[in-house]
């Protein structure tokens, strides 16, 4: 794949740590890097083991400060700024959200 070509991907999780969705996201990351995608996974937080993943794997990470799973109607906001943000800083081709 040229890297004109190369596909750009945004996998969203709400929450850092390595449950369920986290892991799973983190593994078809690395699959799609594998497969020569550009691959970014926004998160909520600045720390935890999916970050340390993600870190150790060299993919990106783009940090949602005001992800949370409780229902605050000032952080939704707040978060979504931040993940169109993201998502036109990133420009990518697949958007890919998971979690509530």
């Excluded at 750009?8 to 969705?21: D, M, W």
């Excluded at 999916?50 to 906001?77: C, G, S, W």
């Amino acid at each position: 794949m040229k890297p004109q070509e190369q596909k750009r991907i945004l996998l969203v999780v709400t929450k850092s740590n390595f449950g369920g969705a986290q892991r799973y996201v983190f593994e078809i990351a690395k699959e799609l890097r594998k497969r020569q995608y550009e691959v970014a996974v926004a998160s909520g937080g600045y720390t935890g083991e999916l970050i340390d993943h993600l870190q150790a794997t060299d993919i990106t990470h783009l940090p949602i400060k005001h992800f949370d799973r409780d229902i605050n109607l000032f952080k939704e906001v707040l978060a979504a700024f931040e993940l169109a943000k993201h998502i036109r800083n990133f420009d990518p081709d697949v958007l890919h959200l998971n979690s509530s």
